[in-house]
């Protein structure tokens, strides 16, 4: 579907224009200035290119100048509960807020934030998750369906729409993928503004990536989604580089290198997997576009991986070097990573 999405400006990063960022969120506790300075200029340099972090009380506000001192991407204040945090982190130089409108008080305190925030020129992201929904309207549906979601997210559009704001972010996350998947297809049939994209407590780095990719994945290739974060119950860099998978698998992004790599079988007379898995890390912060294969052996080596920039096939305790699917030499097992990191810098 091609979906017709309304601009939301965010510092320098225009949502909707079709192309789509990656978000992650700090872990460090709120209290701990340092710690969290230090993780976003981390975060920054990994990739990321708008960053979150928690606001849980008004301590918590010195967040935000300290960190927008230090990093050159977008900071979002995640607020609950009390609306006086995002007026405060409003008047401390935030780039964006995250509320669910429905629990920080009453209509007049929306107002307050929606007034405040578009006097500023500050987008508000609403943000409906399965534990949020409001109980009329679990009470409606039975369970956080997907309809439920949807209709919860856009009670609270529709309040701060009557306040005179659209500067408006929507992300309604589920830790189901399928719920996920089909509340987000209703939603972009039914609104036009950005979506923020994520499966919502996906789980550990393994099943959070696996969740993630097939949740964003299905919806990106679908033409939903304008910014994405993938929820790992990990470093939060991690979730940069999975973020950055995805994108390029799906190819929309074309930034650094992508790496092919065979399975092994029973012709495999090389360390193959060591080698790919060291290869994978010695490039993943890589910026040159690249596709690397890295294969077991020569049968499907430079033939299978012939659309590769570059790549090795493994021999008996050593390896060829082939660009294109030519052969250029061999290279001895213990030095393929070297020879092939060398040729890399060269390209």
């Known amino acids: 579907m091609k979906r017709t999405v309304k601009q939301v400006k965010l510092k320098d990063i225009v949502l909707g224009d ?59 204040a995640d607020i609950h509960f009390d609306y006086r945090l995002a007026l405060e982190c409003a008047a401390a130089g935030i780039d964006k807020i995250r509320i669910n409108p429905g629990n920080i008080g009453s209509d007049e305190n929306v107002k307050k934030v929606a007034d405040t925030c578009r006097n500023s020129g500050i987008p508000i992201r609403i943000g409906v998750n399965s534990g949020s929904v409001e109980k009329h309207i679990l009470a409606k549906y039975g369970a956080p369906t997907p309809e439920a979601l949807v209709e ?34 209703l939603l972009a049939e039914q609104c036009p503004y950005p979506l923020h994209l994520g499966v919502t407590e996906a789980g550990t780095e393994r099943m959070g990536l696996v969740k993630s990719a097939a949740g964003i994945g299905s919806l ?5 989604g304008d910014t994405i974060r993938v929820s790992l119950t990990a470093d939060p860099v991690k979730e940069i580089y999975a973020a950055k998978d995805i994108l390029r698998a799906l190819g929309l992004r074309n930034d650094g290198i992508e790496i092919v790599s065979c399975p092994t079988c029973g012709r495999t007379k090389i360390d193959l997997i060591g080698l790919a898995s060291r290869i994978e890390e010695a490039l993943k912060d890589s910026n040159k576009h690249l596709k690397v294969a890295v294969m077991g052996c020569v049968v499907n080596g430079p033939g299978e991986a012939r659309e590769a920039d570059i790549g090795i096939a493994g021999g008996d305790g050593c390896a060829v070097l082939f660009k294109k699917g030519e052969i250029i030499r061999k290279i001895p097992e213990e030095e393929v990573i070297t020879q092939l990191l060398r040729e890399i810098e060269a390209m």
Do not use: W
């Open 18 to 76: 079709g192309r789509v960022t990656i978000q992650s969120m700090l872990n460090r506790p709120a209290e701990d200035i340092a710690g969290s300075v230090a993780q976003a200029v981390q975060l920054e340099k990994a990739g990321c290119e708008i960053v979150r972090a928690a606001i849980p009380n008004r301590e918590a506000v010195s967040l935000v100048p300290a960190i927008k001192e230090r990093i050159h991407i977008p900071l979002v």
């Open 152 to 185: 919860s997210a856009l009670y609270h559009v529709r309040l701060l729409e009557r306040f005179d704001f659209d500067d408006i972010v929507i992300s309604i996350k589920s830790s189901h993928v399928p719920t996920m998947v089909a509340a987000y297809e």
């Open 220 to 224: 990106l290739l679908h033409g939903i």
